[in-house]
């Protein structure tokens, strides 16, 4: 089922303490780099996108820092190195869940100052109004199977184990964006219907709030998503007793794109490929991670703010 798009004037006012940055210096993040906002033990029934006619006032400073790192960008693409996607993003003002429903308020911000405002919002994400919305599908096969990806490239936090995700532009449906992931990112054709709605993530390192799905490919998928992705492709069975255990011990949070990272225990969950028990134990092993190795992060706005002084 598809969401629906309308022009709504919901607002929210949000207070701005932006922090002084670091250029290449990774940064320590103080808390859970990422918690499940939305989650049920049955499919959710739809996403419903209304936007907001209205622009969320962010700081000088932060209007001030996207226009360093904008030309940061433009410098880094003069002498040939490859960027990332800019934007437009849909930037979410406010979330409710109703009846089974993920209801989104989302209004247009653009890719500077969301990485502005995420770097200088980065040791306290609750004041930073830039919250762009993203979605991310944990795909499952027959017999147990799971597959993940190494995120490579330019990507943003290239290297981590993650789902398969994308950013969603303004006037678009979270539904749409999935499809779209499928295709470009797995290589494979979903029917409509197909994705089973998980729930939503905060991922508090960039303030990204994710969508999360999970969907079951036939034989003939998997063999495309294997040709497809390839190299970056991670395989893993869940009728294995310790498999998944031993993969998450091996590659903790820290090593994950951290929304990826809840969106495919939710997506266990709704397969029925491991227990409410189970996630506990896993759930409860990565607290005890966090407490004694933090999430790092270097953002990709240094990058580009180091490439405007030069």
């Known amino acids: 089922m598809r969401g629906t798009l309308r022009k709504d004037c919901s607002s929210l006012q949000h207070e701005h303490q932006p922090r002084r940055w670091e250029l290449e210096e990774p940064f320590v993040v103080p808390r859970a780099p990422?918690?499940?906002?939305?989650?049920?033990?049955?499919?959710?029934?739809?996403?419903?996108v209304h936007e907001v006619d209205r622009r969320t006032p962010v700081t000088e400073e932060v209007s001030a820092y996207a226009e360093r790192i904008a030309q940061g960008v433009v410098r880094m693409r003069a002498t040939g190195v490859p960027v990332p996607f800019n934007?437009?993003?849909?930037?979410?003002?406010?979330?409710?869940?109703?009846?089974?429903?993920?209801?989104?308020?989302?209004?247009?911000?653009?890719?500077?100052?969301?990485?502005?405002?995420?770097?200088?919002?980065?040791?306290?994400?609750?004041?930073?109004?830039?919250?762009?919305?993203?979605?991310?599908?944990?795909?499952?096969?027959?017999?147990?199977?799971?597959?993940?990806?190494?995120?490579?490239?330019?990507?943003?936090?290239?290297?981590?184990?993650?789902?398969?995700?994308?950013?969603?532009?303004?006037?678009?449906?979270?539904?749409?964006?999935?499809a779209r992931v499928a295709e470009q990112k797995l290589g494979v054709d979903v029917p409509d219907g197909a994705f089973t709605l998980t729930g939503m993530v905060h991922e508090a390192v960039q303030n990204v709030l994710t969508v999360t799905y999970a969907v079951e490919l036939n034989a003939a998928d998997v063999e495309r998503v294997r040709a497809h992705v390839h190299h970056d492709l991670i395989e893993l069975s869940a009728t294995d007793e310790h498999g998944i255990e031993e993969f998450l011990r091996e590659h903790p949070i820290t090593r994950w794109n951290p929304d990826g990272f809840l969106g495919f225990l939710a997506g266990l969950r709704l397969a029925n490929l491991r227990t409410a028990d189970e996630l506990s134990v896993i759930e409860q092993r990565t607290r005890e991670h966090l407490a004694e190795h933090p999430y790092r992060y270097v953002y990709p706005a240094q990058h580009y703010l180091r490439a405007a002084t030069l």
Not at 100 to 126: G, K, M, W
Not at 146 to 157: N, W
Request: hydrophobic share 40%.
């Open 87 to 178: 934007g437009p993003l849909a930037n979410i003002v406010r979330w409710t869940s109703e009846h089974q429903n993920i209801v989104l308020f989302t209004e247009r911000t653009d890719y500077f100052t969301y990485l502005a405002a995420s770097h200088l919002h980065r040791d306290d994400p609750a004041k930073n109004p830039i919250r762009p919305l993203a979605v991310a599908v944990a795909p499952f096969g027959e017999r147990g199977m799971c597959y993940l990806q190494r995120r490579s490239g330019v990507t943003e936090m290239a290297g981590n184990v993650h789902i398969f995700g994308a950013s969603v532009a303004p006037g678009m449906f979270p539904d749409d964006i999935i």
């Open 34 to 48: 990422a918690k499940t906002l939305i989650t049920s033990t049955t499919p959710l029934h739809a996403v419903c």
